[in-house]
């Protein structure tokens, strides 16, 4: 089994920028891809971003293109997500999943492993 653990949330103010990292417990062969997916209150799970295992690939909801950057440093078991220009509709619960079903990475169900989350809340 693996363990995914989020960090990095936070409060700040509209326009300001976060970094959340999510490390496994251990590293995977092969490495497998990992999405950021977001939930606030009274609103379903929205996928956020994703990237393959390599780094190779990169995909991104339309509401954080050009805002949001999605990386890894697999030497540290870790995927990081860079937050710039936050907006207040980008508050909710952050969380990191881990090898999903190839093709399905927009979708929480096709994910394997799921960490607790990180808050981020972003006021106006």
């Known amino acids: 089994q693996v363990q995914l653990a989020e960090s990095g949330g936070g409060l700040v103010l509209a326009g300001g920028s976060l970094r959340l990292a999510c490390v496994a417990s251990r590293r995977t062969f092969p490495t497998f891809g990992t999405g950021w997916f977001r939930q606030a209150p009274g609103k379903e799970r929205e996928f956020v971003a994703y990237i393959s295992g390599s780094g190779d690939i990169t995909n991104y909801a339309e509401s954080v293109k050009g805002r949001f950057a999605i990386s890894r440093e697999n030497a540290k078991n870790t995927v990081y997500l860079q937050m710039n220009s936050l907006k207040p509709e980008d508050t909710a619960l952050y969380y990191c999943?881990?090898?999903?079903?190839?093709?399905?990475?927009?979708?929480?169900?096709?994910?394997?492993?799921w960490g607790q989350g990180t808050q981020v809340t972003v006021s106006s």
């Open positions: 999943a881990g090898s999903p079903k190839k093709g399905y990475y927009r979708d929480g169900k096709a994910y394997d492993y």
